[in-house]
């Protein structure tokens, strides 16, 4: 049974594997659905949908034991404030072993303070298609 520790919030849940009533708030086991699971409001403004930063976390231990990034979430997870090489999303994370993250200090405080997703509007932008990734051809043609 995978072990979710939340470091700066001196907690630790476990599950056992396709037994977690699903939240509906990104993927299924993911560090996010995890917590909503366990009552514990890691911020999700964008309902879990690698669209936004605020289910930043950074993993101190297990970085093996989740699921590898993807290009989305790569792309997305780029864009957080005090980004690390152990920087993940918390919806696109999936947990497949035991982990022990931190939760970045504004989303912290977010966090003691009851969660509840902050709605950010049209702040957040949408979710990346393949097309919208494909290189742009833009500006004026080179010169000969
Ligand atoms: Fe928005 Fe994870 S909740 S990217």
């Known amino acids: 049974m995978p072990k979710v520790t939340f470091?700066?919030?001196d907690k630790t849940v476990e599950f056992e594997h396709g037994k977690l009533p699903y939240a509906e708030h990104g993927k299924p086991e993911s560090?996010?659905?995890v917590a909503l699971n366990f009552g514990i409001q890691l911020e999700h403004?964008?309902?879990g949908n690698c669209a936004c930063t605020t289910c930043h976390v950074i993993v101190k231990q297990g970085d093996n034991s989740l699921s590898e990034m993807?290009?989305?979430e790569q792309d997305r997870v780029d864009m957080a404030a005090g980004v690390t090489v152990h920087s993940r999303l918390?919806?696109?994370?999936v947990v497949q072993g035991d982990i022990a993250i931190e939760i970045p200090d504004w989303n912290r405080n977010?966090?003691?303070e009851?969660?509840?997703s902050m709605n950010l509007g049209s702040a957040i932008p949408p979710p990346k298609t393949a097309a919208a990734s494909a290189p742009q051809q833009s500006g004026p043609?080179?010169?000969e």
């Open 90 to 93: 918390g919806c696109q994370a």
């Open 141 to 143: 043609a080179p010169a």
């Open 45 to 47: 403004a964008c309902g």
């Open 114 to 116: 009851g969660g509840g």
């Open 110 to 112: 977010y966090v003691s």
């Open 70 to 72: 993807d290009d989305d």
């Open 31 to 33: 560090i996010l659905d």
């Open 7 to 9: 470091l700066n919030l």
